[in-house]
């Protein structure tokens, strides 16, 4: 007779993003001396893009943002030309998804404004927008870019209205919205999309979340949770599930997670602690990662979301002192990724008129580009025009690489193709032993000035954004830490380009071996 003998272990759970820690700039590398707003409303109050960060500040007489390089740290000019074209506070500002030099912005005039950026930054007071949307009868709240469609803006307002925008038309005032959607009995708090833009999330001060079919305005479900009074919303795209942030019946701060295809009960309710601040909930789809940032707190929970229950699984959290007002995200394509940076914040310090960029890092010992925690993202090429999309087209976002010099990579292969393709047309003339040959050495002949010229356009290409770094704009380093980063940087732009001359070394040998074979397969004359 056997005797099994149980024996207890300890389930862990492997995740890449176990001991991801978040870590603050430097003093040198934050945004000093901006007149953050004192505006009360729930919002964000800061954009960031690859190339600009913009933020609502305090002013006098109407209602204005300021936007800055991205690379302009430290302190700034308390007399720096501002977009000021609004007659009411700022409430919310959005940069376009695609665009770099295109922001909306909404106020308490009841207007929404979409602005034109110059490429080298504001030089001067910007008080003409580029496009001009009049339809909410009162002060508008939020406004959004749809995620996959070019040119259509969202926007609701203290009207309870829900409006469509579309900006592809000639008219510089546009006074008539494409859709507008009138379910709500009170003000909207917040809006969230899901992946294709095919539906759309709201939150509402009487408590219902509901889930909308944005192009005909059509109500799919509503949830009306009695133990959970819901402030934010985001839809998990991915996932198939939507994830509100608010406020237990006892007033302890809460976030639930529901199904998507059911938004009767919630599949997780989760209390956080009794502080009054509203949680901004920000989702990275490509590691599944959840940050949670209270207003008035120092601190930052993140946690890992799965399809399985439990569902969510607390990390950590990121501690300061400092207390934030609004937290502006950067683009998955502005992240850099050298140093293993999966998420980056703008947080808002309004005691000491800072704006600190906060990094959260996955910590790695290698160097070089890790693959695993950089899949395809969302790029910033539109999937659809505005006018598809409103034709009843849905489709997913463009995808991009991180990899530095993909793009690179992607130009060379087109480039090799086209030569391909020439090469067959020419191969179906007569003699094509001496045509072919011909051709090939007109192309090592000319393929020197060629990749020369080829090479000195990438580069320049690759100088204007590296790793979402505009070089042209960016200010001389001024610490020894600043100096010693843009070696390494430097250093690493010089290995690619050795990688791409030796590429290139490689074709014209095979080129120089293909000349070679033809002229000893020629019979002689």
């Not at 690379?71 to 376009?96: A, Q, Y």
């Not at 937290?327 to 000491?352: H, W």
């Amino acid at each position: 007779m056997t005797v099994s003998k149980m024996t207890w272990r300890p389930q862990y759970r492997s995740s890449k993003f176990r001991h991801v820690f978040g870590k603050a700039a430097t003093k040198e590398s934050c945004y000093d001396g901006v007149p953050i707003t004192r505006s009360v409303q729930d919002n964000n109050f800061c954009a960031a893009n690859p190339r600009f960060l913009a933020v609502i500040t305090e002013c006098a007489g109407g209602g204005a943002f300021l936007v800055l390089s991205v690379h302009h740290t430290g302190k700034v000019d308390p007399h720096h030309p501002r977009v000021s074209g609004h007659r009411g506070n700022v409430l919310d500002i959005k940069w376009n998804p695609f665009n770099d030099y295109c922001i909306a912005s909404c106020s308490e005039d009841a207007m929404v404004k979409v602005w034109d950026i110059p490429p080298h930054g504001v030089l001067k007071n910007i008080t003409v927008p580029w496009k001009e949307l009049q339809g909410h009868s009162r002060r508008v709240g939020l406004i959004e870019w749809h995620p996959t469609a070019n040119n259509i803006l969202f926007s609701t307002a203290y009207d309870y209205k829900v409006m469509i925008w579309n900006l592809d038309c000639p008219e510089q005032v546009i006074k008539n919205p494409v859709r507008t959607i009138s379910h709500h009995t009170d003000v909207i708090l917040s809006m969230s999309f899901n992946t294709d833009g095919s539906l759309i999330a709201t939150t509402c001060k009487d408590k219902i979340v509901r889930l909308m079919e944005p192009r005909s305005g059509s109500l799919l479900q509503e949830a009306n949770c009695k133990t959970h009074k819901a402030s934010k919303v985001l839809i998990l795209g991915n996932l198939k599930m939507l994830l509100t942030s608010g406020t237990s019946r006892w007033n302890h701060r809460q976030i639930a997670l529901w199904d998507l295809d059911d938004l009767s009960v919630p599949l997780l309710e989760e209390n956080l602690d009794g502080s009054s601040g509203v949680l901004f909930p920000f989702y990275d789809p490509d590691t599944h990662m959840l940050y949670l940032a209270g207003k008035g707190d120092g601190n930052i929970r993140y946690y890992e979301i799965s399809s399985e229950k439990p569902y969510i699984h607390y990390l950590t959290e990121y501690r300061s002192h400092l207390p934030q007002k609004g937290m502006g995200v950067m683009p998955k394509r502005g992240l850099d990724v050298s140093s293993c940076e999966v998420f980056r914040f703008y947080k808002l310090v309004t005691i000491k008129s800072l704006i600190e960029p906060l990094s959260m890092i996955v910590p790695r010992r290698s160097e070089s580009y890790q693959e695993d925690i950089y899949p395809m993202t969302a790029g910033n090429k539109p999937a659809l025009s505005a006018e598809e999309w409103l034709s009843g087209i849905n489709k997913g976002p463009v995808l991009m690489s991180l990899k530095p010099g993909s793009q690179v990579a992607e130009s060379y292969s087109e480039l090799s193709k086209g030569v391909g393709n020439s090469l067959d047309s020419r191969r179906s003339h007569s003699r094509p032993g001496m045509l072919q040959l011909a051709y090939i050495q007109n192309q090592l002949g000319g393929k020197d000035g060629k990749q020369d010229n080829g090479l000195a356009e990438d580069d320049r290409s690759r100088m204007a954004v590296s790793n979402g770094e505009d070089l042209g704009l960016c200010s001389p380093p001024r610490t020894e830490n600043e100096l010693r980063l843009k070696f390494h940087k430097q250093q690493e732009e010089i290995r690619r380009l050795r990688e791409l001359l030796n590429q290139r070394d490689v074709r014209i040998k095979q080129l120089e071996l293909e000349i070679k074979n033809i002229k000893n397969s020629q019979p002689p004359s």
